[in-house]
Each structure stands twice: as structure tokens, then as C-alpha cells.
């Protein structure tokens, strides 16, 4: 029973990543936006880009995680 609730946080496709990356944007864009209110200037200027970039990054991450895991499936099929 706890394998199936466990497979439901697992990433299977490309397009549940995008949903993903998409939910990290968002909510990284609203910390951003905060991050200006709060930090006039400069400050909350470069807090607002190190939100971003690391959306950039998680989801870089995310990718090339998906396309080893779908390799690694196929490999194991060949065997």
C-alpha cells in the first residue's frame, strides 16, 4: 500500500516535470516579487534573479534526472 502512495511522487514524464517546473516558477516568481516590495533596488533586484536561477537550475535538474531514469528503464528492458 505504500508503494502505491509512494509512485504517486515520482516524476514519470516530461510533462509532470513541466508541471513541476511550472509550480517552482510561480511560487519562486512570488518570493521574487516580494523580495522587491520588501528590498528597494539593487538589493531586491539581484534576489528576484537568484529566484529565478534556481528555477533554471531545479529544473535543468529535473530534466536530465527524467531522461537518466527513462534510459536506465530501457537498458533494463534490453537485459
Known sequence: ???????????????????????????????????????????GKLLLLACTGSVFLAGAKIFDCLRYEQAEAVAKRAD
Open 1 to 43: 500500500m505504500l508503494k502505491k502512495i509512494g509512485r504517486l511522487f515520482v516524476i514519470k514524464t516530461r510533462f509532470e516535470a513541466c508541471l513541476i517546473i511550472y509550480a517552482l516558477a510561480v511560487g519562486a516568481m512570488a518570493r521574487g516579487a516580494a523580495y522587491i516590495h520588501e528590498y528597494p533596488g539593487t538589493g
